[in-house]
C-alpha cells in the first residue's frame, strides 16, 4: 500500500548556500545575505501553506503534498523562480516525486529518502551557476568582483559600484545595522529576549559595523568563527513512520537549534559599549535545522561553542523522546513498516543507544581582517575533523566533539596551519571541557604559572626528537614553584596515554612511524591560553 498514493510529494532545498551568504568579504553584505534567506523562508511558509499540505519549511528547505501533477509542476517552478527573484544569486532545487513513483511502503521515512535522492541527483546535474558573459568594457562589482556592476551604492560612503545581488544584500545589512528593519537573526534574537523577559540591555544594542569593529571590542583585533553541525542528520530524518512525526521533528529540531543559539548568547554575554552605542559582540550568519555559522568576539568563541554542543547533546532527548524514536518497540516497528530493502539504522544505532544525538563543531581564531572565504572553509574543514573524532570506536557519537585553530601567521588553509605542529586536537566534548577547565587554572593568579616556562615547553614540542620536549618539561618542573608543579603535572596525567602516565611528559602520543605525528595537549592549551580567560560567569 502505498503511503497517501494520490499525492505528489515536493521537496526542495537551497543550493550552495554557504556560496551565497559568503560571496564577498563584507559583513554588512554577509548580515543582508543571511537576513534574506531568513525572509524568504518566511514568505515561502506562507505561500506553500496555499498550494498543499506543507510537513515541513525551514532552513531553506522543506517539504509539502499536493493534489495534481499540475499543482506539483506549479509549485516545482515557483519555489525555485520566487528565490532567484529576491536573491538574483542564489538558488533552490525542486522536485516532484509523482504517487506511482513512490516507494511501496506505509513509511514516510522511506519516501523522504527517496525524494531526497532525487533531490540531489538534480542538484548535481545543475552544475556550478554559469557566470554572465563579461564584455571588456564593463566593470565588474566592486563587493564580489565576480559579476558586472549595475548601480552605484548611495546608501553609504562607499560610492561602490555593485551588481544587483550584492545591492540587495548590503541595502538589506544596512536596513538591518539601523534596525529599520525587523529581519534576520538580529530580530529573532531581540524577539527571544522580549519574549523570555531577559535583560533589556539587548533590546536598544546593534550589530557591529564590519568584522574590524567586531574584532576592535574587546581591542585583541581577532574575531571567533563558529560552524557546528548534528550527527547523523540525514538518516534521522528517514526514521519517521508518520508525516505527521517527520514534521513534527523537524520543526522541533529547528526551533531548538535556534533557541539555544539565542539562550546561550543571552546568557553568556553582553552588548559592549563603544562609542557611545551598544554593540553586539556576536552575528549569526546561519541557523538551518541543526547547523550554525556564526562570528563572535574572540574570547567568547570557546566557551559558547561549548555550550552551544552540550546544550544540543542534552536538549535532543526531549525531542527523540516527543516524536516516538526511543519507544520500546521502535526499532520492530521500523523493520515492519519499512517494507524490504536496507534498513537505515541498525538496533545498535548511537542515538537508541545513548538516548541523545550529538553535534560536531569547529572555531576559528583569527585576525578580523582574515579573508572570509579561507576562514569558512577552516571552519568547515575543523568541523569534519571534529565528525571523525565523534566516529572514532571510543566515542562513538556517545558525545559530540570539537576542533579549532588560531590562525597567525600567514596560512589560507588548515593544513598550511597545521604543518608540523604536534597538537592533540579534536576532542570530544568531555576531553575538550578538561583541557578549557585546565587553561582556567593556569591563568589563576595563587598559580603564578610563568609564561616564558610555557613557551619552553612549547617550543621544544616542536622537534621532530620528543626527548627535547620531555627535558625541557623536567627541567621545567624542577624550576617552577609548588603549585604551578603541582598544576602542570596534574596537567600531563591527565592528557597522557594510560599506559604511560609517568614517562612520556608532556606527550601525549609518540608517532610510531614515519607519516605519524607525535601529539601533546600542551600545545593545545598553548595556543588556546590568550583566548580563554579565567573569568567565569
Ligand atoms: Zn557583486
Known amino acids: 500500500m502505498n503511503y497517501e498514493n494520490s499525492k505528489w510529494l515536493v521537496v526542495f532545498d537551497t543550493d550552495r548556500i554557504k556560496n551565497f551568504v559568503f560571496a564577498t568579504n563584507t559583513l554588512k553584505e554577509i548580515r543582508g545575505a543571511s537576513a534574506l534567506l531568513v525572509e524568504q523562508d518566511k514568505i515561502r511558509k506562507e505561500e506553500l501553506k496555499k498550494q498543499g499540505e506543507l510537513i515541513y519549511s525551514a532552513g531553506g528547505g522543506g517539504t509539502l503534498l499536493v493534489d495534481s501533477k499540475q499543482k506539483a509542476q506549479e509549485v516545482v517552478a515557483q519555489i525555485e523562480r520566487d528565490f532567484r527573484f529576491a536573491t538574483i544569486t542564489g538558488s533552490i532545487t525542486a522536485i516532484a516525486v509523482p504517487p506511482d513513483k513512490r516507494p511501496n511502503s506505509r513509511w514516510f521515512g522511506r519516501h523522504m529518502d527517496m525524494a531526497g535522492q532525487l533531490l540531489q541527483k538534480k542538484k548535481s546535474s545543475k552544475g556550478e551557476l554559469s557566470l554572465l558573459p563579461v564584455e571588456p568594457y564593463m566593470r565588474l562589482c566592486d563587493s564580489c568582483g565576480t559579476r558586472p556592476a549595475e548601480r552605484r551604492f548611495d546608501k553609504d560612503q562607499s560610492g561602490d559600484l555593485l551588481c544587483s545581488s550584492c545591492y540587495k544584500k548590503r541595502d538589506m545589512g544596512i536596513k538591518i545595522r539601523k534596525a529599520t528593519s525587523e529581519k534576520g537573526f538580529v530580530w529573532k534574537f531581540k524577539e527571544y529576549i522580549r519574549k523570555n523577559n531577559l535583560s533589556s540591555d539587548w533590546l536598544d544594542a546593534i550589530p557591529p559595523e564590519d568584522l574590524n569593529k567586531l574584532g576592535e571590542l574587546d581591542g585583541s583585533g581577532y574575531i571567533g568563527f563558529i560552524t557546528a553541525d548534528g550527527n547523523h542528520m540525514g538518516k534521522m530524518l528517514q526514521l519517521f513512520e508518520k508525516k505527521e512525526d517527520y514534521s513534527n521533528f523537524s520543526n522541533k529540531l529547528a526551533n531548538l537549534m535556534q533557541e539555544i543559539v539565542f539562550d546561550v548568547l543571552a546568557r553568556n554575554t553582553r552588548p559592549m559599549e563603544k562609542a557611545g552605542e551598544k554593540i553586539l559582540p556576536f552575528e549569526i550568519v546561519l541557523i538551518g535545522g541543526d547547523d550554525l555559522m556564526m562570528f563572535t568576539s574572540v574570547k567568547l568563541a570557546i566557551r559558547l561553542a561549548i555550550e552551544i554542543v552540550e546544550r544540543f547533546e542534552k536538549e535532543s532527548h526531549a525531542i527523540l523522546k516527543e516524536t516516538g524514536l526511543l519507544e520500546n518497540d521502535f526499532f520492530e516497528r521500523l523493520k515492519k513498516g519499512w517494507g524490504g530493502g536496507k534498513l537505515p539504522i541498525t ?22 581582517n582574515f579573508p572570509v572565504p579561507a576562514l569558512v572553509e577552516i571552519g568547515e574543514a575543523l568541523q569534519k575533523s571534529a565528525k571523525k573524532k565523534c566516529a572514532e570506536a571510543e566515542v562513538n557519537y556517545s ?53 616564558t616556562q610555557m613557551q619552553t615547553i612549547y617550543d621544544a614540542c616542536h622537534f621532530p626528537n620528543v626527548s627535547r620536549a620531555t627535558l625541557a618539561t623536567l627541567h621545567t618542573l624542577g624550576r617552577l614553584k609548588r603549585p604551578a608543579r603541582k598544576l602542570l603535572k596534574e596537567f600531563f596525567i591527565s592528557f597522557s596515554a594510560p599506559d604511560n602516565k609517568y614517562l612520556l611528559w608532556p606527550w601525549t602520543y609518540i608517532a610510531k612511524g614515519s607519516g605519524d605525528q607525535n601529539k601533546t595537549a600542551f600545545v593545545d592549551l598553548v595556543d588556546l591560553f590568550d583566548f580563554v580567560s579565567n573569568k567565569k560567569r
Not at 414 to 429: D, G, I, K, M
Open 347 to 368: 538496533p545498535d544505532e548511537p542515538f537508541l543507544k545513548y538516548k541523545k544525538l550529538s553535534m560536531a563543531a569547529g572555531v576559528v581564531l583569527c585576525h578580523s
Open 399 to 451: 558525545e559530540g566533539a570539537l576542533d579549532f585553530q588560531v590562525i597567525t601567521g600567514s596560512a589560507v588553509d588548515l593544513e598550511t596551519a597545521r604543518a608540523a605542529v604536534p597538537y592533540n586536537r579534536p576532542y570530544s566534548l568531555s576531553e575538550f571541557k578538561n583541557l578549557i577547565g585546565f587553561i582556567e587554572k593556569f591563568h589563576q593568579k595563587d598559580i603564578h604559572f610563568p609564561k
